[in-house]
């Protein structure tokens, strides 16, 4: 459709109509509110019920469907063309591009960033509903209005950091003026004024807005706000929280000039950059001073590759530098999400920096991590230094040479004043000078290490012992690539120069890929730890250690030359072994201390010495069967911080002798792999005690197996262990729960918790806790079921960050409590930051999860345009396999859509779905799934005027989930229809059948087949 024949509405000022440059007359408020309902669905269809609830509300007229159909057609005559209104399937539609709909398009410039465009369209008075939106579509005039404010904010703080804070200053005082409590403009200003240097009126419009919102909220300024307040007082400038983990240089960067504009360049217009060169060619460090000189919105991160040893480690090892660990503790039934979905998940949306260090030992995993990742993230750019081409498309490399003289002798000139202060280069020293540096090849590592024995030689015995060294080196293979010879006679030399304990030291370490402690190195040594952490201090000395937060890290380049020295004199193995032997101890030694007031030091300190942790399990599964013990104690570990691939993969590769280590194993994957396990679940049955892997594995595969587990759950319930009295407790609660057996749940999940309490372990609490909020809300207490669930979130994110499942999957318990709440506006809220989260996921089950959450919460409000869209999205999305089972989001969905089908009054639709609901809910072998289905059947078999058996699907539902939830709405609507109908005592008694069924004949009694059989009525 060309310019001249387009349609566009005007909705957010004066209500307005055009064709081209006409403007059309649309007399009459309900002729311009079926324009608007229209409109607002961007082209898309409007069902009938729909529109005769936005145009005549509560004063219906005696035919709806007649006066809507008339509405309609004055409104194809005011527009001058039949096609502009089209009747399909169930309602109208209305030909129009959503960019053509001034609201539409307000809404994409946000989506898009660009808060000018957008606060431009709006116009005058951000905040404000539109009245031509609101007459028909109150709740998304709300939600306009709310976002024209975060359009002006946003414009607000694009000018602040653009350098105009008196624009925004201006800008963010007329927007408070009508919005006192908005705390993200309020801060922004206080920024503005403090760039300007008002500090004065900075601290007076903090106790401006502290004022209103402790009278018109009666609540205290967020976090944002107190940080901004305590910086000002301490007359300090504030600083914009930005996400960063680029370590900072502590020493000056020399030379590489043209590199780090070919870099520069590269970034500008590429996405992935790759500096390739041998080992000590200084590529780290080129790379981040290139990262430190490009601002990106969403930070830069530094990944380093060099202690991962495994290439299926090489994701995980940016989930873990980007400060992100997957947990498990409130959907123990979920299949764990992989490292590159819950990766990508974070990233995309963002513009982000990440410099991948060290990739040459990786290669093949990391160009295979890269090119799934690149084309999924589009603001993610990569800066991977490497001794060879990752190879993959849209790659381009910068390959470093030697440096140039000049560059050299500052580099060397610039270190060795750093051991030497008085040192400087003149005419006596400059041949001297210039034989080390270019006999280095220029190499920067080569350099800094050379400098560094200044300390105790003087430069001309430097000049002539690094020659001599040269020479010996120099005779090995004629293959090698020349600078890397050249780097290992820097290395030699260097290795012998240092006392004979110091090199026994260095060479000893190098096979810890993680770092070295103390500990770690007086163990490996055979040396007492005072001694070995003097010999730690003086490789340090030497420049052959660095010292990072609590250990030492060896450059992998040395590393790997004190394996071959180890390897030349035949002890490899024999340090190996010390180094496995000393790991598997330090486990065995802090896997209890997990179940308990000592578990946050004991897990900090196995994420320390994980890739040495790993090492040794390598090492143990490739030369003994002492790899399984290892494993097993590890599996907590795993299990604390959902680490569910690394259990997998180690049980997997560890072997043992038969005996009960090698049956949890084996039942640990056969529960993974979900197949048959009987000969396995009764071995394990058999033992007479299992460690807490041991036990969560067997309750596991016995459930699914159909083998009662109940004696060994009931002797740990009854043991002297409280811990493992408390994890009993919690398991069988599980189970009871998918049982509905209440009452059950109610003993055991009070007792874990006071089992979890007294023995100090925080993550048994907040385990527990997510079941006794479910308990509460049965039990009405509705607050206390909202305290439960905020304190387990709270607690959970102590132990590492909640991976994007785990806090949807809470969150989405925390929106239904607001709802049962009516605290639709906090609900809102939440949906909404659940939403931006979502929409940045690449993990389906939690957009479907959401879509059909949020979809019954737009059916609860009067919402069904949007409730119908946000089902379709779900039934869409469950195309896509499940990892937390294709039968529940096919019963939950399914759900929903009957529900919105029951508003419509369309009987044979929610038919239809019920049936698939219902269906699927049976398969999943989940009694509450089947309860949350039964309760809509209940609607459907009301839809048909039959109450009675409404009311006893009602009680069925309630036998099945084991308690009445009153305080669900539908639950209740659905209630109170029903006594209306029927009076209180034939619901009561019609409700009381249905409670007392036992569970099977309660799923049949939910079934809407036989609805359909008794003669149901599509009319």
């Known amino acids: 459709m060309d310019g001249s024949t387009r349609l566009r509405v005007t909705l957010l000022g004066a209500f307005q109509v055009t064709r081209g440059a006409a403007a059309l007359a649309i007399p009459g408020a309900r002729l311009q509110g079926l324009v608007a309902r229209l409109a607002l669905a961007g082209g898309r269809p409007v069902q009938q019920s729909v529109l005769v609830d936005a145009i005549w509300g509560s004063d219906l007229p005696a035919d709806p469907a007649h006066a809507l159909q008339a509405l309609v057609s004055r409104l194809r005559r005011a527009l001058g063309s039949p096609s502009d209104v089209t009747l399909v399937s169930g309602g109208y539609r209305l030909t129009i591009d959503p960019a053509d709909v001034d609201a539409l398009r307000f809404e994409q410039l946000v989506a898009a960033a660009s808060p000018e465009d957008a606060v431009t369209l709006w116009g005058d008075r951000p905040g404000v509903e539109p009245p031509a939106v609101a007459a028909v579509d109150p709740a998304t005039a709300t939600r306009l209005a709310r976002l024209s404010i975060e359009a002006v904010t946003d414009l607000a703080e694009a000018e602040l950091s653009q350098g105009r804070p008196d624009a925004a200053t201006a800008r963010l005082t007329t927007l408070l003026t009508e919005h006192p409590v908005h705390e993200r403009a309020a801060a922004l200003l206080m920024d503005a004024l403090a760039a300007q240097g008002r500090q004065a009126e900075a601290l007076a419009q903090y106790e401006q807005i502290r004022e209103a919102l402790a009278d018109d909220l009666g609540t205290d300024p967020g976090t944002a706000l107190r940080e901004r307040h305590l910086n000002l007082l301490r007359a300090e400038p504030v600083k914009e929280t930005k996400p960063a983990a680029l370590p900072a240089p502590l020493t000056s960067f020399v030379g590489r000039t043209d590199d780090l504009a070919r870099i520069d360049a590269l970034l500008a217009t590429g996405r992935l950059v790759t500096v390739l060169g041998p080992g000590g060619a200084g590529k780290t460090r080129l790379a981040l001073e290139a990262a430190r000189r490009r601002e990106y919105r969403d930070g830069s991160w530094l990944i380093d590759l060099s202690p991962v040893t495994e290439p299926a480690k090489v994701a995980a090892a940016v989930l873990t ?524 089950e939690t957009v479907v999860l959401l879509d059909a959450r949020e979809a019954s919460f737009r059916l609860r409000t009067g919402d069904l345009t949007r ?56 398969n999943s072998k989940d009694q509450p799934i089947v309860a949350t289905v039964a309760v809509t059947v209940a609607g459907l078999a009301e839809l048909y005027r039959r109450f009675t058996e409404g009311a006893e699907i009602l009680g069925a539902a309630a036998r099945l989930r084991g308690a009445h939830d009153r305080t669900d709405l539908q639950v209740r609507t659905l209630s109170s229809r029903g006594r209306l109908a029927l009076g209180e005592e034939r619901f009561a008694a019609a409700y009381e059948s249905g409670w007392q069924l036992p569970a099977p004949a309660a799923v049949t009694r939910a079934d809407p087949a036989r609805l359909h059989r008794n003669g149901s009525f599509s009319g």
């Open 867 to 922: 409730a119908r869209e946000l089902i379709e999205a779900a039934e869409a999305g469950l195309s896509t396999p499940l990892p937390f089972g294709g039968d529940h989001g096919q019963a939950l969905v399914s759900a929903v859509r009957a529900e919105l089908c029951l508003e419509l009054g369309d009987g044979p639709g929610a038919e239809a779905a019920l049936d698939r609901a219902y269906a699927a809910a049976v």
């Open 321 to 844: 530098a980007i400060g992100l660990r997957g947990t498990a503790l409130f959907e123990a039934s979920a299949k764990p999400v992989g490292d590159l979905d819950v990766l990508a998940d974070e990233l995309i949306g963002k513009e982000t920096l990440l410099v991948v260090d060290n990739c040459e030992h990786l290669i093949d995993a990391v160009a295979h991590l890269l090119s799934a990742l690149l084309p999924r993230c589009a603001g993610l750019r990569v800066l991977a230094t490497s001794r060879e081409p990752l190879a993959i498309d849209g790659e381009a490399l910068v390959p470093l040479g030697p440096l140039r003289d000049t560059a050299s002798v500052r580099l060397f000139t610039d270190r060795a004043a750093a051991v030497r202060p008085d040192f400087t280069v003149d005419e006596r020293n400059l041949d001297d000078v210039l034989r080390i540096v270019r006999g280095l090849d220029g190499m920067p590592l080569a350099l800094e290490l050379a400098a560094a024995r200044l300390r105790t030689l003087s430069l001309a015995d430097l000049a002539s012992g690094l020659s001599d060294r040269f020479r010996l080196l120099t005779t090995g293979s004629r293959t090698a690539f020349p600078r890397h010879r050249t780097l290992r006679a820097v290395i030699a030399w260097s290795w012998d120069l240092l006392s004979e304990d110091a090199r026994t030291v260095a060479e000893r370490i190098s096979v810890l890929p993680g770092g070295v402690t103390p500990a770690s190195a007086a163990a490996v040594c055979e040396l007492p730890v005072e001694q070995a952490q003097e010999l730690l201090a003086d490789l340090v000395d030497r420049s052959l250690l660095q010292l990072v937060p609590g250990r030492y890290r060896m450059l992998e380049t040395i590393r790997e030359y004190g394996l071959e020295c180890l390897a030349e004199q035949g002890i490899l193995p024999v340090v190996r072994n010390r180094s496995a032997r000393y790991f598997a101890e330090l486990v065995a030694a802090n896997d209890p201390l997990l179940r308990g007031p000592g578990q946050r030091d004991a897990l900090h300190l196995l994420t320390a010495e994980y890739d040495n942790v790993l090492a040794a399990l390598r090492h143990l599964c490739d030369t003994s069967d002492a790899g399984l013990a290892l494993a097993i104690d590890l599996s907590w570990y795993w299990h604390m911080l959902g680490r569910h691939a690394d259990a997998s993969y180690w049980l997997g590769q560890a072997t043992a002798q038969p005996g009960m280590h090698r049956d949890i194993a084996a039942g640990a994957l056969l529960l993974d792999a979900g197949a048959a396990a009987d000969e396995v679940v009764s071995r394990l049955l058999n033992y007479p005690e299992l460690p807490p892997f041991g036990v969560l594995t067997t309750a596991g595969l016995a459930a699914r197996a159909g083998i009662d587990a109940s004696p060994l759950i009931q002797r740990l319930a009854d043991g002297p262990n409280r811990w493992l009295a408390g994890l009993a407790r919690i398991t069988r609660a599980e189970l009871a729960e998918n049982d509905g057996h209440l009452a059950q749940i109610d003993s055991d999940v009070a007792v874990a918790l006071d089992c979890f309490t007294e023995e100090g372990d925080s993550w048994g609490v907040a385990m527990a806790l997510p079941m006794r909020a479910l308990l509460r809300q049965y039990d009405g207490d509705l607050a206390g079921a909202l305290a439960d669930l905020t304190e387990a979130k709270r607690l959970a994110q102590e132990f590492g960050s909640l991976n994007h499942s785990d806090e949807t999957f809470i969150d989405l318990r925390l929106i239904d409590l607001h709802v049962r709440l009516g605290e639709t506006e906090q609900a809102a809220v939440m949906i909404a930051v659940t939403r931006d989260r979502t929409l940045r996921s690449t993990m389906p």
